[in-house]
C-alpha cells in the first residue's frame, strides 16, 4: 500500500541536542509537509518542500530547518531543541500544492528533557 | 488569532443517531474546507471537502454543509457507528494562496457509544 512513513514514532532528546526525525513516501507526490502539533492544539505547518523547492513559513522558528534529498525522503532538523519544541511532528504529502487534500504520516512525538 | 475555529473539544452520541460537528472560520478568502478523521497513534485521513462553491457535499453517511454567509460549516454523520470514534479536524484552504497551506481547527474527540 502507497503511504507516508514516519520514522521514528517517538523521539527523546536532551534540551539542546540536535535531532532529525525522518519522513519517507511511496506515493510519488510533489510535495511534502512538515507539521507541529502541540496537545489539544491544532496542527501547524512549518514548511513545505514542492520537488526542489523549499517553503518556509514565516513564523517557523530559525532553529527548525528542513532537507528533501530526493523525491521520497523529507528531514526535518532541529537544531537546538527546547523544552517548547515538544510536540507531535506529522509529515505529509500532496499530489501538487494546488491539490487541497494532503495524506499524512502517523507522526513522531518529540519529547525534550 | 485562531482563523478555523472548532468550540466544542469533545462530543459523546449513541451508536445509530445524527453526529453533528461544528466549524467555524473567520478569514472570508477560504474558499475550500476539508475534514480529516483522526484515530490515536494514527496521522489524520482526510473524510470529505467542500469547495465555496457549493453548500452542501455527501459522500455516504457523511455530508459537509457550508454556510458561507455565517462562515461556518459542520460535518453530519448519519447514523454514527462505534468505529466514528476519533478526533475530527477542520480545516480550511485559500486557492492561490500560500501554497499547500491548511488552516487547521483543533479538532473535535467524537465518542460513539455502542
Known amino acids: 500500500d502507497a503511504m507516508v512513513i514516519q520514522n521514528p514514532r517517538y523521539q527523546v532528546t536532551q534540551f539542546g541536542k540536535p535531532v532529525t526525525l525522518s519522513c519517507s513516501q511511496t506515493?510519488?507526490?510533489?510535495?511534502m509537509y512538515w507539521y507541529q502539533q502541540k496537545s489539544s492544539q491544532a496542527p501547524k505547518l512549518l514548511f513545505h518542500?514542492?520537488?526542489?523547492?523549499?517553503?518556509n513559513e514565516a513564523d517557523t522558528p530559525d532553529n527548525f530547518q528542513s532537507r528533501r534529498p530526493n523525491t521520497s525522503f523529507c528531514f526535518l532538523d532541529i537544531r537546538s531543541p527546547g523544552l517548547g519544541d515538544a510536540a507531535m511532528y506529522l509529515c505529509?504529502?500532496?499530489?501538487?500544492?494546488?491539490?487541497?487534500?494532503?495524506?499524512f504520516g502517523p507522526g513522531t512525538r518529540l519529547t525534550v528533557t | 488569532d485562531q482563523q478555523v475555529k472548532q468550540n466544542s473539544p469533545s462530543l459523546s452520541v449513541q451508536e445509530g443517531r445524527i453526529s453533528i460537528l461544528n466549524c467555524d472560520y473567520t478569514n472570508s478568502m477560504f474558499d475550500y474546507f476539508l475534514w480529516y478523521k483522526k484515530y490515536p497513534a494514527e496521522g489524520p485521513t482526510f473524510l470529505i471537502s467542500?469547495?465555496?462553491?457549493?453548500d452542501k457535499n455527501e459522500d455516504g453517511r457523511f455530508t459537509v454543509f457550508l454556510n458561507k454567509s455565517a462562515k461556518h460549516l459542520s460535518l453530519h454523520i448519519v447514523p454514527s457507528q462505534p468505529g466514528d470514534s476519533a478526533v475530527y479536524f477542520c480545516?480550511?484552504?485559500?486557492?492561490?494562496?500560500?501554497?499547500?497551506?491548511?488552516?487547521f481547527g483543533k479538532g473535535t474527540k467524537l465518542s460513539v457509544k455502542p
Open positions: 518542500y514542492y520537488d526542489k523547492d523549499f517553503n
Open positions: 506515493l510519488n507526490h510533489n510535495v
Open positions: 505529509a504529502t500532496s499530489v501538487t500544492v494546488t491539490t487541497y487534500e494532503q495524506y
Open positions: 480545516a480550511a484552504s485559500v486557492y492561490g494562496g500560500s501554497q499547500g497551506n491548511l488552516i
Open positions: 467542500i469547495s465555496s462553491i457549493k
